[in-house]
């Protein structure tokens, strides 16, 4: 594998994510710790959106909860397309914490307003599987999220 890969295990399955340090340092720090920590264990996603994107990272389950760290935007010419990995955040364009989102299609239109971190190289058919809904009726959970080996 490689020092730039994280691997999510959700329950629907295995997701590879290659993460790009050099376009958003400090997030791809913050994701990594975080995950490394086993902060993302057993949260689950609780906005997905069908042809739109899947959030989650909210420790309260509800989107209104963070990891107490707010980040600097790092807005770089990524463009969100599907599999494209992005903070999600509140309106103060500094203030992504731990929540992400996942782009299930093309969302170029969320360009240059939030900070892409990552890309699923692998198991997108895991992150179509999520569960829909806002929130979802029987959310998917993450069941561990690591560096990978």
């Known amino acids: 594998m490689s ?23 400090k997030h791809v720090e913050q994701i990594t710790k975080l995950a490394e920590e086993g902060f993302y264990d057993g949260l ?13 990272g909210c420790p309260k389950g509800t989107g209104t909860g963070g990891s107490g760290t707010h ?7 990524v463009s ?7 903070m999600a955040r509140a309106q103060d364009p500094n203030s992504a914490s731990s929540q992400f989102f996942i782009c299930l299609d093309d969302a170029t239109f969320l360009d240059r307003q939030y900070t ?3 890309k699923v190289v692998e198991g997108m058919e895991n992150v179509h599987s999520i569960h829909k809904g806002e929130p979802p009726k029987n959310p998917t959970k993450i069941v561990s999220f690591r560096k990978a080996a």
């Open 116 to 118: 892409v971190w990552g």
């Open 44 to 56: 689950k996603f609780h906005r997905v959106i069908e042809g739109f994107m899947a959030q989650g």
């Open 71 to 77: 980040l600097p935007a790092e807005f770089n010419d």
């Open 3 to 25: 020092d730039n890969k994280l691997i999510l295990e959700l329950e629907t399955g295995r997701v590879v994510i290659e993460t790009f340090p050099d376009k958003a340092p």
């Open 80 to 86: 969100h397309a599907e599999g494209v990995c992005s």
